[in-house]
């Protein structure tokens, strides 16, 4: 089966699905942290640390996109999500910076039973931040990479073997297919003609 087989309202459905994910987190924080109060040290703290929980659903929404988006070869779809990750990527780290100065200042405030909660949980939050940070960076990069890739027709050369198992066998060349790289015949094809 190739992408050609595919149903356009596969297609589309998945695209739908993947948009939905993000809006359903999008609209799940926002009428949790609604009204808006930006400047009050309190709300940034529970607004930063709710969201931190939220990061899972609308980055899998992305890849749902993106995925499917190289798939079918809608490359500008790809790049302007690639795009969209890589600032994200971007304003996440922001939002560790700020966050964890509020973390300061709500730490101080908090009774001293409770001052390293604030911050372990503050930590815990960070460390959610950057990892996503991370995540989204590097599905940005591989998509714009990908699309430049796909417009310019030549393949990507490989940067390691497989992270499981042995190093990768050098690729056959063109000639006879039970052939070796150095030219001998495979040895399970010996025993094959000899059994014959």
């Given at each position: 089966?190739?992408?050609?087989?595919?149903?356009?309202?596969?297609?589309?459905?998945?695209?739908l699905?993947?948009?939905a994910l993000?809006?359903?987190?999008?609209?799940?924080?926002?009428?949790t942290v609604?009204?808006l109060?930006v400047?009050?040290m309190?709300?940034?703290?529970?607004?930063?640390g709710?969201?931190?929980?939220?990061?899972?659903?609308p980055t899998?929404?992305l890849l749902?996109?993106?995925g499917?988006?190289?798939w079918?070869?809608?490359?500008?779809?790809?790049r302007?999500?690639?795009?969209?990750?890589t600032v994200?990527?971007?304003?996440?780290m922001l939002a560790?910076?700020?966050?964890?100065l509020?973390?300061v200042?709500?730490?101080q405030?908090?009774?001293?039973?409770?001052q390293?909660?604030?911050?372990?949980g503050?930590l815990?939050?960070?460390?959610?931040?950057?990892?996503?940070?991370?995540?989204?960076?590097?599905?940005?990069?591989?998509?714009?990479?990908?699309?430049?890739?796909?417009r310019?027709e030549?393949?990507?050369?490989p940067?390691?073997g497989?992270?499981i198992?042995s190093?990768?066998?050098?690729p056959r060349?063109?000639?006879?297919?039970?052939e070796?790289?150095d030219?001998?015949?495979?040895?399970?094809?010996?025993?094959?003609?000899?059994?014959d």
């Amino acid at each position: 089966m190739n992408s050609d087989d595919v149903s356009p309202w596969l297609i589309r459905g998945i695209y739908l699905f993947g948009f939905a994910l993000i809006l359903h987190a999008v609209i799940d924080l926002s009428t949790t942290v609604w009204p808006l109060r930006v400047t009050e040290m309190s709300w940034r703290y529970g607004f930063l640390g709710l969201g931190a929980g939220y990061l899972q659903t609308p980055t899998l929404g992305l890849l749902l996109i993106a995925g499917t988006a190289l798939w079918q070869g809608d490359l500008g779809l790809a790049r302007g999500v690639g795009a969209a990750l890589t600032v994200s990527a971007l304003v996440l780290m922001l939002a560790v910076a700020l966050f964890m100065l509020d973390v300061v200042q709500v730490r101080q405030l908090a009774a001293a039973e409770a001052q390293a909660g604030v911050l372990y949980g503050g930590l815990w939050q960070a460390v959610k931040y950057v990892l996503a940070s991370i995540i989204l960076a590097a599905m940005g990069r591989g998509l714009i990479q990908s699309v430049k890739t796909a417009r310019s027709e030549v393949p990507l050369a490989p940067v390691r073997g497989p992270l499981i198992g042995s190093a990768a066998a050098p690729p056959r060349p063109a000639g006879r297919p039970n052939e070796d790289v150095d030219g001998n015949e495979d040895e399970d094809d010996e025993e094959d003609e000899n059994d014959d």
